[in-house]
């Protein structure tokens, strides 16, 4: 299956956030031996498989920080274990990629968005804390928008 997946034109659009909803229910109802192969985001995406993030909105929060914490953490804000089958937990890196740079890849944007390069829309936002140099990615969850700015013009800034 993984292998049809890294053919041309195919991308696996995913909603990390599920993992807060989903689980352990569905990991009751799967079974150990298939829920290896299901939410297999890291095993995807180290076989070469595009993977973009969304929320699947209205369904999950339309927040991305809460998908890429869920990416990261595989487990729900608030909860101590060591996160619904661990072995898939994305870097920070890669969690972030699939809501930036491999985001534009389902609109064919990736020349137009997705990262910050000459030439492109610069549409980004500016966070209070770096998370690429967070201990506890639950810190991603006190993260506060500083700045947004889209088309290269700034359309939010938070009054300090």
């Avoid at 909860?79 to 661990?86: I, L, S």
């Avoid at 997705?114 to 998370?131: E, H």
Wanted: proline share 8%; aromatic share 8%.
């Amino acid at each position: 299956m993984i292998p049809r997946l890294k053919g041309p034109s195919r991308i696996a659009d995913i909603q990390p956030r599920f993992i807060a909803s989903d689980f352990p229910w569905v990991q009751e109802r799967l079974g150990a031996e298939r829920i290896k192969l299901s939410y297999a985001w890291k095993t995807l995406m180290e076989a070469g498989v595009i993977c973009a993030g969304g929320s699947d909105a209205p369904v999950e929060p339309v927040d991305p920080i809460l998908g890429i914490h869920a990416a990261v953490t595989r487990k729900k804000p608030g909860e101590t274990h060591d996160g619904y089958v661990p072995e898939q937990k994305l870097s920070m890196v890669d969690a972030f990629r699939l809501f930036t740079e491999l985001g534009a890849y389902p609109t064919n944007e990736e020349t137009l968005k997705g990262t910050i390069a000459r030439g492109k829309l610069a549409d980004l936002t500016v966070y209070s804390t770096n998370p690429f140099n967070m201990e506890d990615p639950d810190e991603l969850l006190t993260m506060e928008i500083e700045m947004t700015i889209i088309g290269g013009e700034i359309k939010y800034r938070r009054l300090t």
